[in-house]
């Protein structure tokens, strides 16, 4: 390990929060203090110069959240993210983050999240102590200005619109609105499970009661099926019918 500093910085939107963390950074040898920043844009600048090694980063802030502030950071900065909510399956956003730790943070974990950053830890591997196995049975999406984590199984179907989905969930009058591609929430859905029936619909398989007439009937909600959608849908009823 090298004795040269990390130049870090420090980015929350709570000032005491941040505040903590940076006096964590003064009293650790081995750290540099950059900076401490209440917004994720504020902070842009002095981690664009190049000299910023570590980050740490706040997950739930206004208009811009840490996780998509981790996507656009140079890829040789290396992040660790702080956060009040355990719930978060971090691991599957594909950033650049090697710590995880959960608010209050105490010294002795912080310490421990600096020993991994400054050892050779690949930047995109992320120490959160969840397995892959539960991860891969949710998603997460940001719904005003928060993120909230979704089990994949109580999704009954989304539907695209321009610029955001609305994602119908079983149990709930009201949908979930986020602003994403259906596109890029259909990479992160089972194909076994979940099958795009239309342009702007995906349906989860295993809830739809009813298909007549070229629509698919999910409780009370009626989901068209496209014609160039329709061969794969009659596979899929085919494989279920017995010979």
């Known amino acids: 390990m090298t004795s040269q500093k990390l130049r870090c910085c420090v ?9 903590l963390i940076a006096a964590y950074v003064r009293r650790t040898p081995s750290l540099e203090l950059a ?4 917004s994720a844009q504020d ?8 000299d910023i090694a570590l980050v740490f980063l706040d997950i739930q ?24 909510y355990a719930g978060y399956a971090i691991e599957g956003y594909k950033v650049n983050a090697i710590g995880y ?14 020993e ?14 969840q397995s892959s196995a539960a991860e891969s049975d949710y998603i997460m999406v940001k719904t005003e200005y928060r993120l909230r984590q ?5 999704i009954l179907f989304v539907e695209g619109l321009k610029d955001y989905v609305k994602i119908y969930i079983d149990g709930e009058a009201r949908p979930t609105v986020s602003l994403l591609s259906l596109k890029s929430l259909e990479r992160n859905l089972p ?32 989901i068209p099926v496209s014609d160039s959608f329709r061969p794969a849908l009659q596979n899929y009823i085919s494989s279920l019918l017995p010979d």
């Open 116 to 129: 991994r950053a400054a050892g050779p830890v690949a930047p995109a591997t992320l120490a959160v102590a």
């Open 150 to 154: 979704i089990p994949k199984a109580d």
């Open 61 to 84: 802030m206004p208009q811009l959240s840490g996780l998509e502030f981790a996507r656009i950071l140079p890829r040789d900065t290396r992040v660790i993210f702080t956060t009040a």
């Open 43 to 50: 902070a842009f600048a002095t981690i664009s110069a190049g």
């Open 101 to 114: 730790l959960l608010k209050p943070v105490s010294y002795p974990e912080f310490l421990e999240a600096v």
């Open 11 to 19: 980015i929350d939107d709570e000032p005491l929060a941040a505040e």
């Open 35 to 38: 900076g401490v920043f209440n």
């Open 191 to 222: 194909a076994a499970t979940f099958m795009r029936v239309h342009r702007s619909f995906i349906v989860n398989l295993t809830k739809i009661s009813t298909i007549e007439r070229g629509t698919i009937i999910i409780g009370s909600h009626q």
